[in-house]
């Protein structure tokens, strides 16, 4: 069975609570992103979705996103639908890197493999080993009272797990984390998230003034180097998270590093199949993982809910469903979570319908 046509649309999403912050003063009320849908010649369809958290995140953003599937989409056309390493092998004969256009196409790929063997993806990955999950919800970078505040808000909804966006002035980031560490006690788990806004002379104060509470330390630097030199001295548990690409980085991570959790973002790696492969690696060797994306809605969350699905129970840390933190939903808002714990759709391929008149065509190759 052969990809007939590729199409290309794109839409925006705005952030359900206002202005999402993060270090270094990077912040947006809305991301744009990019859908991908392949049809084969029987009409069945597959979609992804790729949606980049602004130009300053990663080395992604959203008009590149764009022009890099313009260069993939024709050659898409009239491969072997069920070859998913084909794509990749097409893709990376014409780009080099690319990885974020790269995973829309490779998710698409995982749905259309899905309907056309009548399996979720999450069947396809190894089987469900967790029927439903609690998910983690980012806490944007404000005063210590407002963020305690949103806390709060989200504990209430059943949320337990929570990612304090800081990486500005590290006495002021300690705040920010002693102030919910203090009215949540042990009731949650508060992960304080630089985004590697911080160097290492301020990542090593950082720490140091969190030293005693129940806070782990995500991203403290930009570099793996940078965060290996910071951990020699950081009493507090370290993930990593925007440094890891590649099998090499996840050794390091764990032996050089000294970290106890990788999150891993589709969009990041490529998508689900170098996710996969990465979270298959570090279940091995024992570090925790959190599946997530750059940012996105109802098919990232889908698709992300299928890679925490297959995942071990022990190995599983956090997950994150992007579509109930926004206010578009171009599936239905499904995957749905309840309570704070999301699961993955039964369904065959990714498991949701997308509604196509809420997004705008962008390009259409057959």
Not at 268 to 296: F, Y
Not at 303 to 323: E, G, I, M, Y
Request: a negative charge; proline letters at 4%.
């Amino acid at each position: 069975m052969k990809i007939t046509r590729v199409d290309l649309f794109k839409y925006e999403l705005t952030y359900a609570h206002g202005e999402y912050m993060m270090s270094g003063g990077r912040g947006a009320k809305t991301q744009s992103s990019t859908v991908v849908r392949l049809t084969t010649e029987s009409g069945i369809q597959g979609w992804g979705e790729v949606a980049p958290l602004g130009g300053t995140y990663l080395p992604a953003f959203a008009q590149g996103i764009r022009a890099a599937l313009q260069e993939i989409g024709p050659a898409l056309v009239g491969l072997d639908a069920t070859n998913i390493s084909a794509y990749h092998q097409v893709m990376d004969d014409l780009l080099l890197d690319q990885q974020a256009a790269k995973s829309a196409v490779d998710v698409a790929a995982w749905d259309v493999l899905g309907h056309i063997t009548g399996q979720p993806v999450s069947v396809l990955l190894g089987g469900v080993l967790n029927e439903d999950f609690g998910l983690y919800e980012a806490v944007s970078l404000d005063t210590p009272e407002n963020m305690v505040k949103y806390v709060q808000q989200r504990y209430d909804a059943g949320i337990r797990s929570f990612q304090l966006k800081v990486g500005n002035d590290p006495l002021d980031d300690a705040a920010r984390a002693r102030s919910v560490a203090e009215a949540f006690g042990g009731r949650v788990r508060i992960i304080a998230d630089s985004n590697g806004g911080w160097d290492v002379a301020d990542a090593t104060a950082a720490a140091d003034a969190m030293k005693g509470l129940p806070v782990y330390i995500e991203q403290p630097c930009r570099s793996m180097e940078d965060n290996i030199i910071v951990k020699q001295s950081m009493e507090l548990p370290m993930i990593l998270d925007e440094c890891v690409t590649t099998l090499d980085d996840l050794y390091r991570v764990k032996y050089d590093a000294r970290a106890v959790a990788i999150n891993i973002k589709l969009s990041r790696v490529g998508g689900l199949t170098q996710a996969a492969l990465l979270r298959n690696a570090a279940q091995t060797i024992g570090l925790k993982v959190s599946m997530e994306d750059t940012w996105g809605g109802d098919l990232t969350s889908a698709a992300v809910s299928h890679l925490a699905a297959s995942t071990r129970p022990d190995s599983l840390f956090n997950v994150s469903f992007f579509n109930d933190w926004n206010l578009e939903h171009i599936a239905g808002h499904q995957p749905r979570s309840a309570n704070g714990r999301g699961s993955a759709p039964t369904g065959a391929g990714l498991g949701v319908e997308v509604d196509e008149s809420q997004l705008e065509p962008l390009a259409t190759f057959q």
